[in-house]
């Protein structure tokens, strides 16, 4: 190990009150497994690992497992001939019960290691333990233990925001790896917003032609209140083709590609493109400030919706996720107020108030994506219940009612209304920005606190609790123009979410998390990994 490393180690070790780690002292993984027998005695592999697998089916697992344990592991990886030939046995077997999807057991003992779950993604998982183990082990040897492991939650997912700050396919396969290793399962990825368009549609290439084109981009300390701009032009999108790598490259890692197509607000960069797409129906340019604009989709109008419509059929030809994100959030309202179109097609509706019309056409969206065979996915603003000053109070409470087959992702207002939504039925993703927002600042948000963070509200009623179905952390983009900036707001707070998502609240420590996180800090600095130092990601502790 590196000396810098080992001496952080050991710093953090000394600067956090002592607690008992003798039960995983051995075992640097994160996230922490849910289940550890350690017993005695050590599996001497003397550098030297033989793959096997019990089934053919998992020959794409077998072959990941081999490039994986090259980059991650020393010694000499070779391929069992028969099955007493090998120390690692990749077992699928489907008669195993586990409590969740992607569960695994990992038995390390005399004959060596043993991988065993009753699906592809649940040796995936234990794969992943085992490189954390053996890039830890000393000597040659593993201390036998037994694991018994499976995720809290379904959704572990991680959020990046390409429409501010276009950052490209090494940075994206970067962060997909490092949620691999992880054990996170699902990519979120905001492709769409007032700033950029990032997402080739065949059907409408002024999208890409102009829409992912800014003249210029807002910068400076004051962020939002900045008068300053950078003079230089962004752009940049994903074609289809570079799109499908992409997604093939999360699905080899077992991660789920949701993407997002903002409506009917964060519309700039589509209506930069066509004009008519607009409620105001004046034509724009693609903003240069951060913030959300006035823009928003005519939804009144059948072309708008046959566009959209036209967006969703391409981007669900892509992605075999079976939820769509449609953003949802910050509609500000004042160009359908001043519109004759939408005020006619609100009276013909029956629809009171902006909020109601609102969430009839996320209903019609909705509606159309289980058409498809898709679900439905929005940020809280979709239930009709507003959650911003800029809002009339009028349009505080909808009357309509939001599908209740929509998944909800929550990220601001009061508890209360995540509780109400989850005890009506709908599946809560949570992502209160508080806790999990990656651009804010370590001082707002700092490791411990991201750690600390549970998905699920202590005033929800526990027979509710299913219907929080995970949570996810966001690394908005406005003012993280690189990817080494990127790097040191994400890590190592995603180590923290990684562990929120999948480890049992008993099952986590956070002085425990620390012992562990040297050797993880250890392989990103090995990938070139611009992390942030603890004592950045601990403001508040004593260095």
Do not use: C
């Amino acid at each position: 190990m590196i000396k810098s490393l080992k001496f952080l180690g050991y710093s953090l070790l000394l600067m956090l009150p002592f607690v008992s780690i003798a039960q995983d002292d051995a075992f640097q993984v994160i996230p922490q497994p849910n289940k550890m027998i350690k017993t005695e005695g050590n599996f001497a592999h003397k550098n030297k690992l033989s793959l096997r697998i019990n089934k053919e089916t998992l020959n794409p697992l077998l072959e990941y497992a081999s490039e994986a344990l090259q980059d991650n592991f020393e010694g000499n990886i070779t391929l069992a001939k028969s099955k007493s030939s090998a120390n690692v046995h990749f077992i699928l077997d489907n008669k195993i019960e586990t409590k969740s999807k992607g569960g695994y057991n990992l038995l390390i003992d005399k004959k060596g290691v043993k991988i065993s779950a009753a699906s592809e993604q649940g040796l995936f998982y234990g794969l992943q333990t085992l490189l954390q183990m053996l890039k830890t082990n000393k000597d040659h040897v593993l201390s036998y233990v037994e694991i018994t492991d499976a995720p809290r939650f379904e959704w572990r997912a991680f959020m990046l925001d390409e429409a501010r700050y276009f950052k490209g396919i090494t940075q994206v396969k970067k962060l997909l790896d490092e949620m691999a290793r992880l054990k996170m399962n699902v990519f979120h990825w905001h492709l769409v917003d007032d700033q950029g368009w990032r997402i080739e549609i065949k059907k409408y290439p002024l999208l890409t032609e102009i829409g992912s084109k800014r003249a210029s981009t807002q910068v400076g300390p004051r962020k939002w209140n900045s008068p300053i701009q950078s003079g230089e032009p962004h752009e940049g999108f994903y074609t289809q083709d570079e799109i499908k790598e992409i997604i093939k490259y999360a699905e080899d890692r077992y991660i789920t590609v949701v993407p997002e197509i903002e409506m009917p607000g964060h519309a700039s960069a589509a209506i930069a493109a066509y004009p008519w797409l607009g409620s105001s129906g004046e034509e724009i340019e693609v903003p240069i400030n951060f913030g959300v604009s006035e823009d928003i989709f005519n939804v009144a109008d059948p072309k708008v919706y046959e566009f959209l419509t036209d967006v969703l059929d391409e981007v669900m030809a892509l992605f075999p996720s079976k939820v769509i994100h449609i953003g949802g959030d910050e509609a500000k309202y004042e160009h359908w107020e001043q519109s004759a179109m939408i005020k006619n097609y609100m009276k013909e509706n029956n629809l009171n108030t902006f909020a109601d019309l609102q969430v009839a056409f996320t209903n019609r969206i909705s509606q159309y994506l289980e058409s498809k065979g898709r679900k439905m996915m929005g940020w809280n603003e979709i239930l009709g219940q507003n959650i911003h000053e800029y809002q009339a109070k009028k349009d505080k409470a909808a009357e309509e009612e939001l599908s209740k087959s929509s998944v909800v992702h929550f990220w601001r207002g009061d508890i209360k209304l995540m509780t109400e939504a989850a005890a009506e039925g709908y599946e809560i993703v949570n992502s209160l920005h508080t806790e999990t927002y990656l651009d804010y600042s370590y001082s707002n948000i700092s490791l411990e606190r991201a750690y600390n963070f549970n998905p699920i509200p202590e005033s929800l009623e526990t027979q509710y609790h299913n219907n929080v179905i995970g949570t996810g952390a966001q690394m908005w983009g406005e003012w993280i123009p690189t990817s080494g900036y990127m790097d040191y707001m994400v890590f190592p707070r995603i180590a923290a979410y990684a562990e929120v998502g999948w480890t049992q609240p008993k099952q986590k420590d956070f002085n425990r998390f620390m012992s562990r996180l040297p050797a993880l800090l250890e392989t990103w600095k090995d990938k070139g990994i611009y992390f942030a130092p603890i004592k950045e990601a601990l403001p508040n502790k004593d260095n």
